[in-house]
Nanobody
Framework: VQLQAYGGGLVQAGGSLRLSCAASGGTFSNSIMGWFRRAPGKERTFVAAISRSGGGTDYADTVKGRFTVSRDNAKSTVYLEMNSLKPEDTAVYYC??????????????????WGQGTQVTVSS
């Protein structure tokens, strides 16, 4: 499975961005999809995940109510809609895929495939 994340950029605090991650080379609808981020000087942390059908989602407490994860299995693409962005959201954002059934998985090592990352910078 190959993943290509895009849509990052520079935005002012309070603004919005939509990240996309296109998958190829596998059966997208069989994959749990997740988003992680790595802030400067910090570990990679969980942001959001979505079930295979899209009916189940989970979020880190730091983004709950501001970010929305969704997927379009027909387009083999997962999205991360980010609203009310804060400077502390500045990070490289990665999409990831894993097999199995559970989407309540928060550790990066449980994901098998990774995109290259897209930079999100939020200015104050």
């Amino acid at each position: 499975v190959q993943l290509q994340a895009y849509g990052g950029g520079l935005v002012q605090a309070g603004g919005s961005l939509r990240l996309s991650c296109a998958a190829s080379g596998g059966t997208f609808s069989n994959s749990i999809m997740g988003w992680f981020r790595r802030a400067p000087g910090k570990e990679r942390t969980f942001v959001a995940a979505i079930s295979r059908s899209g009916g189940g989602t989970d979020y880190a407490d730091t983004v709950k109510g501001r970010f929305t994860v969704s997927r379009d299995n027909a387009k083999s693409t997962v999205y991360l809609e980010m609203n009310s962005l804060k400077p502390e959201d500045t990070a490289v954002y990665y999409c990831a895929a894993r097999g199995g059934r559970s989407y309540t998985v928060y550790t990066a090592r449980e994901y098998n495939y990774w995109g290259q990352g897209t930079q999100v910078t939020v200015s104050s």
